[in-house]
């Protein structure tokens, strides 16, 4: 995110800026969305945007996977939700919505949504926060430009995507790390003491330096990308090196064992990684119908071992999956994401904001099938409006 959005949402935050998101205390939806710039021109105006956007927010809630059924969920509703919504005598149509979400900042939006999730979750944050950056391509909306490419940081404990980035077209993620953990920085009030988990593709040196300059964690996987690294991980003394942790899961007709093995490195001759102060190795032995696999996976953590023991390096690597099953597969299964053909403006990206906001909203109400609880919320849109809407952070 620019500079000038950053501060856009300062001035607009109901907060001192740096303040974690659990110490404001709740509010709700259509407070939390009055922060939202209006693209629109002054004259004319008929729908207050907060309105507008808190019930296409409600719209995903209750499962709308399209504009077209956002707006068939809003004409569904009756006068007394119109007005709880803010809306007087009559509410937009289909035409109103679509031309008013392709031209929000995709980023903003993200930035007001997350703030307001986490204002709701009553729990204190965990002792250490791990964060999971992970892309996905919506396959669906094609804009003039290319494909729509989106990385988005994911809080694995709460399930609130706390920032997301379009990926410049003709590039990939790596240039939009950076900014992506800039912005989850504005949200958290920082980035001390958090551990940013990503695929290999993400085991740059620059990323290294970006997060540690932060105060934060790196914890990557090393593959053929970074092959020096790679070759110096793999002769490490494994054989000598006693498994620090080891668990099994059954389940699905699928036995696997994952074993842990942890080296400090952060010595003079360790391997050429900045702030690498652990290499790991992670072997993963499966057996589906009588055959047996086995898969080795290497990864350095920036972390000492008086900070992540070979049971919170294991934990952690298997958090970062959390965002492709319990984010990405959800928006694509739940939502059907890549079947949505927005291509105009910011229409896809504002649509999986949309989306993450459902997910991370029904997470935080203690609901496990994303599918069940929108099914529920379509239901109950008077509960789920009035849940919304209310200061205090309450269930449906």
């Known amino acids: 995110m620019s500079s000038s959005l950053i501060d856009v949402i300062r001035q607009h935050a109901p907060a001192p800026s740096g303040t974690a998101p659990a110490v404001r205390g709740s509010y709700g939806l259509l407070a939390a969305l009055a922060r939202v710039p209006d693209p629109r021109d002054p004259r004319g ?36 939700a119109w007005g709880r919504l803010g809306f007087t005598g009559r509410v937009p149509v289909l035409t109103t919505v679509w031309r008013l979400l392709v031209r929000v900042d995709a980023e903003t939006l993200t930035a007001v949504l997350a703030d307001w999730l986490c204002s709701r979750l009553s729990a204190p944050p965990p002792v250490r926060r791990v964060i999971a950056v992970d892309g996905k391509v919506v396959r669906g909306a094609v804009l003039p430009e290319g494909r729509v490419h ?20 003709k590039s990939n993620e790596i240039p939009a790390f950076a900014p992506l953990l800039e912005q989850v920085a504005a949200r958290l009030g920082g980035l001390a003491g958090v551990v940013i988990v990503a695929d290999a593709l993400h085991t740059q040196v620059a990323h290294a330096r970006t997060v540690a300059a932060a105060g934060g964690h790196l914890y990557v996987s090393v593959k053929a990308n970074q092959p020096t690294l790679f070759a110096q991980l793999k002769r490490l003394p494994w054989a000598d090196v006693p498994v620090g942790d080891q668990h099994r899961d059954t389940g699905h007709g699928r036995r696997e064992t994952r074993t842990v093995k942890a080296l400090t490195v952060q010595t003079p001759g360790g391997i050429g990684f900045p702030h690498a102060q652990q290499a790991v190795r992670i072997t993963r032995t499966r057996t589906v119908a009588g055959k047996r696999t086995r898969e080795t996976v290497y990864l350095v953590a920036s972390l000492p071992a008086a900070h992540a023991q070979p049971a919170d390096l294991q934990k952690w690597a298997r958090l970062e999956w959390h965002i492709e099953n319990r984010l990405h597969w959800a928006r694509d299964v739940t939502f059907r994401e890549d079947d949505h053909r927005a291509r105009t403006g910011n229409g896809p990206a504002v649509a999986a904001v949309l989306r993450n906001t459902a997910i991370g909203f029904h997470r935080g109400n203690g609901q496990t099938n994303i599918a069940k609880a929108t099914r529920r919320a379509n ?6 409006i009035a849940t919304v809407t209310s200061s205090y952070p309450t269930t449906q």
């Open 45 to 80: 105006i008929r729908y207050p945007l907060a309105s507008v956007l808190a019930v296409a927010v409600c719209a995903v809630m209750a499962g709308a996977s399209t504009f077209a059924a956002i707006a068939d969920w809003i004409d569904d509703l009756d006068p007394p």
């Open 150 to 169: 989106l990385l988005s940081a994911y809080d694995t404990s709460t399930g609130v995507v706390l920032a997301q980035v379009q990926v410049a077209a």
């Open 379 to 384: 239901r109950r849109p008077h509960d789920l």
